[in-house]
């Protein structure tokens, strides 16, 4: 890249980073002529220039143009973190404003890596304005809930670095529900409908009034209270809004409903359970929920849940619906992923190819990187779709400052060096923080990884990491030097090694789920299970196991 280019490099970058990624030559030409007022001489050739950078940068995700900027131009970088530190900026929120945020999880499933994103965003509002933050289990449909999952969110929470200031259960919160609904009822705003399911909702489509709405408060009451004797599916209690309203879920939707089903708190102490609308609305407006950030897919309800909430003069919660989060090629539906652990396709909710937060963990991504990985990922409204990669810039950048380097050796093929001295090889255990901490004693007899020696080619010298120079011939290998100097210029492959005798039987379960088997040094028998290190050229592993002599590990990343 000559200077010129790169100028022109970095303001497209930062102007793509600053715009939701997408840079525009009307503001990097400014910019760029800014910094050399003499290219404005020969705007014909700066033009084409800017429009092609532009482009160039447009094409790339928003991940990989804030990597670029950082390799660039970090400066730049830090300007734009410092206008925009607060993510939270649109909501307008003002100094010493009383901030109550929650993230109302379902206790139905293992939470993903757009829980995590609800869930931290969430978190870092309330810190952000000293507010308060609930957890709150929306528990109220007894057919969704599994007990489990109530310590199973609360653990992988709080792994994720997230603390709470009220634990709420929904579900215990049924006799204010049954009270406000009474009240409703006696305002003239809900109905008990005895209309039969398919037709209900035939009419709802066609915005068709039905006769029970016109029923007197006394009979609605009547009906409330002999509810709970009534059959499953029988009668519902609805809401009367407007039949032939614009947004469909405004026409007269149903708040409550009888449900068979025990629940795995309650067991069988209820049968008429508000639903999730109704449910959502008052733990929010009841408890003074202020804010609250959550996915798009509630778009629809907000209108209906700002209406529950006006009607029984409760806090009236702003919330702010977020584009979902996709991640490309990975499963998030539960209902698949709960088929393919039944069929033996996946190992568990933990399957190395899942972004579920047991998952991501078991594989060595740190809780910190995750929260780094969904904060960058923004508070838009629009679709993004990010991929593996992105999230695991993040881990890295933290991984390659604190993992212990070890030498892997898969599939390990025996090599003997002829005329190689005996030598102690002291290596980095990491390279950012200590020098040395790994020593390796080294003669004639190495192990190498059959995917480097089958890349050796005739007459080739190759270099032992921190070990020794030598020359590759017609199957045979011979001691060249010993000196790093030496093997500058001559050679090209460095490859990492291991004494043939002293190792430890190492496995690494793959995110594609096979296998590598080889070789690990002496020094991983110090490792704690669960402490991610790297295997040098090969990746970074977390300690998952230690079974019968064999260290089992899990691949995190390149
Ligand atoms: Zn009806």
């Not at 303001?11 to 600053?18: G, P």
């Not at 209690?237 to 309650?266: C, G, S, W, Y």
């Not at 202020?290 to 529950?308: P, Y």
């Amino acid at each position: 890249m000559d200077p010129t280019e790169e100028l022109i490099w970095k303001y497209a970058l930062q102007n793509a980073v600053k715009y939701g990624g997408k840079a525009n030559p009307g503001n990097v030409i400014p910019k760029v002529i800014g910094i050399e007022p003499a290219l404005k001489a020969d705007m014909k050739s700066l033009v084409p220039k800017v429009n092609k950078a532009v482009s160039e940068v447009n094409k790339m995700s928003a991940e990989a143009q804030l990597a670029k900027l950082r390799e660039l131009a970090p400066e730049l970088l830090e300007k734009k973190k410092e206008e925009e530190r607060n993510i939270f900026a649109f909501y307008g929120i003002k100094e010493g404003e009383k901030i109550r945020t929650a993230f109302p999880p379902g206790p139905e499933k293992y939470p993903h890596i757009g829980h995590a994103k609800a869930l931290l965003l969430n978190y870092l509002l309330a810190k952000q304005y000293n507010g308060e933050f609930y957890l709150r289990f929306e528990d109220t449909n007894p057919k969704l809930v599994k007990k489990e999952f109530y310590d199973i969110m609360q653990e992988n929470f709080r792994w994720l670095g997230v603390s709470w200031d009220k634990l709420q259960y929904a579900s215990d919160n049924m006799q204010l529900f049954y009270d406000l609904a009474e009240k409703l009822i006696k305002d003239g705003q809900a109905y008990m409908c005895f209309c039969e399911t398919e037709l209900a909702r035939q009419n709802r489509g066609k915005g068709i009034e039905c006769a029970c709405r016109n029923k007197t408060v006394e009979q609605n009451l009547a009906d409330w209270k002999r509810f709970s004797s009534l059959k499953e599916g029988e009668a519902v209690l609805r809401l009367k809004i407007d039949m032939e309203h614009q947004n469909t879920t405004m026409r007269d939707p149903t708040v409550f409903r009888i449900i068979d089903v025990p629940h795995a708190r309650l067991g069988t102490k209820f049968r008429v359970w508000p639903n999730y609308d109704f449910q959502n609305s008052i733990m929010d407006g009841y408890y003074g929920i202020t804010h609250r950030i959550r996915s798009k897919e509630f778009e629809m309800r907000a209108e209906l849940q700002r209406h529950i909430q006006r009607l029984l003069g409760l806090t009236v919660t702003n919330t702010y619906e977020m584009a979902r989060f996709n991640m490309v090629g990975v499963e998030s539906s539960g209902r698949v992923i709960r088929e393919k652990v039944a069929k033996g396709e996946l190992v568990g909710w933990d399957d190395p190819s899942l972004t579920t937060i047991v998952a991501l963990r078991r594989r060595g991504f740190l809780p910190e990187a995750i929260r780094d990985f969904v904060v960058s990922t923004g508070i838009s409204k629009a679709e993004s779709t990010l991929t593996w990669e992105d999230l695991i810039l993040h881990n890295r950048r933290i991984l390659d400052n604190i993992a212990k380097r070890f030498f892997l050796v898969a599939e390990p093929v025996e090599v003997s060096i002829k005329g190689a001295p005996a030598q102690e090889v002291e290596l980095n255990l990491n390279p950012n923080e200590k020098k040395g901490g790994r020593k390796l004693s080294s003669h004639e007899d190495f192990l190498l990884a059959k995917s480097d020696v089958s890349r050796f080619s005739d007459g080739e010298l190759i270099r032992l990491m921190d070990c020794l120079n030598v020359r590759y011939e017609k199957g045979r290998y011979t001691f060249d030097s010993q000196e790093y100097e030496k093997f500058r210029g001559r050679g090209k492959l460095i490859v990492h090694w291991l004494p043939r005798e002293g190792n430890l039987d190492v496995e690494v379960m793959m995110p594609d789920k096979t296998v590598v088997k080889g070789k690990g040094e002496a020094g991983v028998a110090s490792l704690k299970v669960g402490e991610i290190i790297q295997f040098e050229r090969f990746g970074f592993c977390r300690l998952d196991a230690v079974e019968k002599g064999k260290y089992k590990f899990w691949y995190a990343h390149k």
